[in-house]
């Protein structure tokens, strides 16, 4: 964990900056970013052609798949997704320290990575963050969806909306799809009381920092249908590749 407050602002001057993944010295001009130029270069994107609705790589690059394996079970929310680059490394380094080493400042970088890949997709859309439960925002000291999701409504000027709640273990409800119930378990999400004013209508653009299976977005995504978000697109710094043995 790294120093807060003073300490940190005196460590910054004190100690010269370097690259976040690689360690080497950032001269000033790059020192706005945490990642040197080289390791930026370096951060993985999937390879192409991608499926059109959940945005992984359609195949093995030398073979193209006709059809997605990746998004099959989904249920008819999330829409589709997009994501920054894959979780390999350099990425998983950035996604690591935002979460779990305090680097909150990363977000700005990380969101507007995040942008790029939905600009202009839905202009009337609100910007949600994928909520975490109480307790672990209490030990972090910060949700890292929200962060990027601020990141990401302010690099497409689209407003931020904080719809969801998350509460640990939540009841569980037969009627759901296999995924929602699967993220159900984990914690439920619930929309507040005003987030029909908001939501209901309206594109949303749900922010998380990574995508896995997809069940917790699932989740969230049927908390902001029931108060009447049409049409939801999943935003993820980073995807997790399919572990096929
Ligand atoms: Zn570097
Ligand atoms: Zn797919």
Redesign the pocket.
């Known amino acids: 964990m790294r120093p807060s407050g003073a300490l940190r602002g005196l460590l910054d001057f004190l100690l010269p900056a370097g690259c976040l993944t690689c360690g080497s010295w950032l001269p000033a001009a790059e020192a706005v970013s945490l990642l040197c130029g080289r390791c930026r270069a370096t951060l993985p994107v999937a390879s192409r052609p991608?499926?059109?609705?959940?945005?992984?790589p359609?195949g093995t690059g030398r073979r193209p798949a006709p059809q997605?394996?990746?998004?099959?079970g989904?249920p008819r929310q999330p829409a589709r997704?997009r994501q920054a680059h894959l979780l390999k490394a350099p990425a998983d380094t950035v996604v690591h320290a935002l979460k779990y080493e305090g680097w909150p400042e990363l977000a700005v970088e990380m969101g507007q990575a995040m942008a790029r890949g939905v600009r202009g997709a839905a202009p009337d859309a609100v910007v949600v963050p994928v909520p975490t439960t109480d307790r672990r925002r209490r030990r972090r000291g910060y949700n890292q969806a929200e962060l990027l999701a601020r990141a990401v409504a302010v690099e497409l000027g689209l407003p931020l909306f904080d719809a969801l709640v998350r509460h640990r273990g939540g009841p569980t409800q037969v009627a759901l799809h296999p995924l929602e119930r699967r993220a159900n378990v984990q914690g439920a999400f619930a929309a507040r009381p005003d987030a029909s004013t908001v939501l209901d209508g309206r594109p949303v653009l749900l922010v998380d920092d990574v995508l896995t299976t997809g069940a917790t977005a699932a989740a969230a995504s049927l908390a902001l249908e029931r108060v009447g978000a049409t049409d939801i697109t999943l935003v993820t710094y980073a995807r997790a590749l399919p572990d096929r043995g």
């Open positions: 991608r499926c059109p609705r959940c945005d992984m359609l997605c394996r990746e998004c099959a989904w997704a």
